[in-house]
């Protein structure tokens, strides 16, 4: 059973920076391509970054050039790096993997990713 756990979030002033971890488990990780996504209040999921396979890299324009997602396969966990946060980053962050291997159809189409974490909170304040 793949298991997803995220831990980092936080309370952080405007302009700062955190970092998200999500430790996977259960299967081989490093075939698989995982993905963050983010929900506040009243909206859908939406998607955040991803990282294919083989390394690709997949962002939301609303995060680009402030957020990096990386993964250490040894570990078994992705992470995203978020920088000069924003409060419109105020939200749920989920950490997710695919059942398929390799390549997805879409990163971006939550509808890809069948594993979910529990999610971890980020409050950005202004």
């Known amino acids: 059973q793949v298991r997803l756990m995220e831990s980092g979030g936080g309370l952080v002033q405007f302009g700062g920076s955190l970092r998200l971890s999500c430790a996977a488990s259960?299967?081989?990780?490093?075939?698989?391509?995982m993905g963050w996504f983010r929900q506040s209040p009243g909206k859908e999921r939406d998607f955040v970054a991803a990282?294919?396979?083989?390394?690709?890299?997949y962002y939301a324009d609303s995060v680009k050039g402030r957020f990096t997602i990386s993964r250490d396969n040894a570990k078994q966990t992705v992470y995203l790096q978020m920088n000069s946060l924003k409060p419109e980053d105020t939200a749920i962050y989920y950490c997710?993997?695919?059942?398929?291997?390799?390549?997805?159809?879409?990163?971006?189409?939550?509808?890809?990713?069948?594993?979910w974490g529990q999610g971890t909170q980020v409050t950005v304040s202004s």
């Open positions: 997710a993997a695919p059942e398929k291997v390799y390549y997805l159809n879409s990163y971006y189409d939550a509808k890809n990713y069948v594993y």
């Open positions: 259960g299967r081989p990780f490093s075939a698989y391509a």
């Open positions: 990282l294919s396979w083989t390394g690709n890299t």
